[in-house]
């Protein structure tokens, strides 16, 4: 165990360095002349060589990524171009936002799925196994901004049973809160649910035609017996990794479903860095995401093989 | 069969057809009579001939404002009603598919072939290059694209062409990712081997031995990616950084009228949603049913 989990952290930090290299490569390499890039063509050149001298994007790249990267890991993030402030600042507040949301619509999401690919893994190629894959995998594939505003119609507005913005007002109680987050989690769950519950019936399936399976049928054991003792303890495993990479997914929809419902996530924050062309601000947020997307992988992998040993095995070769 | 065969007659020694061609005309022949497939094609090609033909089919001009009948609700003069300028949205619908079912096939379509080619080659020589290239297909799968766009844009603003290169360098790793998987398991087969014993170059066995075997993951990796090339670029002009901010656009057009739903004007919104939604939904049913029948 103890060689393949320092294989597997070895080859995210390999992952980890070249995250930030892109990250770096996107934020200093690509804009050319960063000031120039958010102050516009018609700027002063003194006012973009001032403001190149005070983000440090006039040294040497190098330098650059190696001051940016470094500071980085000491928890300096920099100061926001457009807020005025430290990023970790912005940055701690959003993250909670946002894991408040997450943590909400994966409470809705994983049972919901699991129970979805279960049931359509039993009722294999039957309509009810084709609404689930079909329609799951259908409204999963439709942009959020999509499925938001057309949940927002219908409960928001016409059947006026939802709050539209996401934001309670100040001091409410947890379930109020929860009530002005359930349409932005249902978006959420709207994203999720096609893929987790794809995965959940494939390893159903799986183990259902396995040998252990028939096995258990022939030494008499019930139907229920079987089912949760041999069939759902093997099929669940897949879903765990797929419930990790789903994070990565995650984010990206955060980015639209905060914007939508105008709720102060990390999100939102990279929205609005992106429209402020704040480069200091959108190049940590980025890299915090993608750093939350590897660590969720990594607990995913670990836990995973933790739980069947025939992948840790197979794996640490 | 109830002709009796003449025992005299010469032996007509049959064609075999090739193998493979039989084995492709059952596939078609299994999609077309999927109810998914055909779906999904009724509902691409509705956007395809609006994409096509929008500009002359559609009841009035997009463009031309009407600021006397802005925001009426959908009726005979306008079935989907009017937008904030006045307005035709059904004209602007119709009409607003043609840029996106433009950028977002030449950008699947960059992504597919460098990914199929980068696939290619890791798969075969493997060693350094292939585990280098796979971790660098775990960074960039890191980053949602729509944040890798974002950062593109911002960096090099947002232009046509900045988006169709962002969408096709990130789908290229991903591409090459399933079809390495392929190449993996192709390379150890009898043909290759056979192949490599008459000497024949690399590239020729990449190219022309391997390739057409792994066509399969091929095509529905592209038709699965098509959908998000069009999912990215709707969100994109949706969150304001779109290529072209003058033409019809679905996903601007909502972004500038979502401020209006309070008031109960639902149609410049939702009449585009329904839209991107169809688009993508088509796509993807077209997708899952070219995936059943390789899988079969």
């Not at chain 1, 001051?67 to 920099?78: A, E, K, P, V």
């Not at chain 1, 949760?228 to 789903?246: D, E, F, G, W």
């Not at chain 2, 061609?21 to 609006?50: D, N, Q, Y």
């Not at chain 2, 399969?216 to 949706?238: H, K, N, Q």
């Amino acid at each position: 165990m103890g060689r393949f989990l320092l294989k597997r952290l070895g080859l995210a930090t390999i992952t980890l360095f070249l995250l930030s290299v892109i990250v770096f490569f996107g934020a200093q390499v690509l804009p050319g002349n960063v000031a120039r890039r958010i102050l516009g063509p018609f700027a002063d050149q003194a006012a973009v060589d001032a403001l190149n001298k005070n983000l440090g994007t006039d040294r040497p790249l190098l330098t650059q990524y190696w001051d940016w990267i470094s500071s980085f890991f000491r928890g300096d993030f920099g100061d926001s171009f457009s807020y005025g402030v430290p990023v970790s600042d912005l940055i701690g507040d959003a993250l909670l936002h946002s894991l408040k949301l997450a943590a909400f619509a994966f409470v809705m999401v994983v049972p919901l799925a699991i129970l979805g690919g279960v049931i359509a893994a039993l009722k294999r190629d039957r309509l009810i196994d084709r609404v689930i894959t079909i329609g799951g995998l259908s409204l999963a594939v439709v942009p959020e901004f999509v499925s938001g505003i057309i949940l927002i119609l219908v409960f928001g507005l016409w059947l006026d049973l939802l709050p539209v913005s996401a934001n309670a007002p100040e001091g409410s109680s947890f379930f109020t809160q929860l009530k002005y987050l359930l349409l932005p989690a249902l978006t959420l769950v709207i994203l999720l649910f096609g893929y987790i519950a794809r995965i959940t019936r494939a390893g159903t399936i799986e183990s259902l035609d396995a040998d252990y399976t028939r096995t258990a049928y022939l030494k008499g054991l019930p139907r229920q017996v079987v089912l949760r003792r041999h069939v759902l303890r093997n099929s669940l495993l897949p879903t765990i990794a797929v419930v990790a990479t789903q994070t990565g997914f995650l984010v990206g929809g955060l980015v639209v479903i905060e914007t939508l419902f105008n709720y102060p996530g990390m999100g939102k924050l990279i929205f609005t860095a992106a429209s402020q062309k704040d480069f200091p601000l959108l190049e940590s947020a980025v890299l915090i995401s993608g750093i939350g997307f590897l660590c969720a992988t990594l607990v995913a992998d670990l836990s995973y093989s933790l739980l069947n040993p025939r992948i840790r095995y197979a794996r640490a070769e | 069969m109830t002709t009796i065969e003449d025992p005299a007659a010469p032996i007509a020694i049959p064609i075999r057809p090739d193998e493979a061609s039989v084995a492709r005309r059952e596939r078609l022949r299994l999609l077309l009579r999927s109810p998914t497939f055909i779906i999904g094609c009724v509902l691409l090609g509705v956007w395809v001939v609006c994409a096509i033909f929008g500009t002359l089919i559609a009841p009035q001009n997009p463009q031309a404002d009407d600021i006397l009948n802005k925001l009426v609700a959908p009726s005979g003069d306008h079935l989907f009603g009017s937008d904030r300028l006045g307005r035709d949205v059904l004209s602007r619908v119709m009409v607003g598919a043609r840029e996106i079912l433009i950028m977002a096939p030449i950008a699947t379509i960059l992504g597919t072939v460098l990914g199929t080619a980068i696939g290619l080659v890791t798969g075969y020589y493997r060693g350094l290059v292939d585990e280098a290239i796979m971790r660098l297909v775990d960074a960039v799968l890191a980053i949602p694209l729509i944040i890798t766009a974002l950062l593109a844009i911002v960096a090099l603003g947002p232009s046509r062409i900045t988006i169709i290169l962002v969408i096709g360098f990130v789908f290229a790793p991903i591409i090459a990712k399933t079809v390495r998987a392929a190449v993996l398991s192709e390379r150890e087969l009898d043909y290759v081997q056979a192949a490599r014993l008459r000497n024949e170059r690399s590239p020729y066995i990449m190219f022309a031995e391997i390739l057409p075997n792994v066509m399969g993951p091929i095509i529905v990796e592209f038709t699965v990616r098509l959908g998000y090339a069009i999912f990215t670029i709707a969100t994109l002009s949706f969150l304001g950084f779109g290529a072209d901010p003058s033409i019809p656009d679905w996903g601007k057009d909502i972004a500038e009228h979502y401020q209006f739903i309070s008031a109960d004007v639902w149609w410049p919104v939702l009449f585009p949603s329904i839209a991107i939604a169809t688009l993508i939904i088509g796509i993807n049913l077209i997708a899952d049913a070219i995936a059943q029948t390789f899988e079969r």
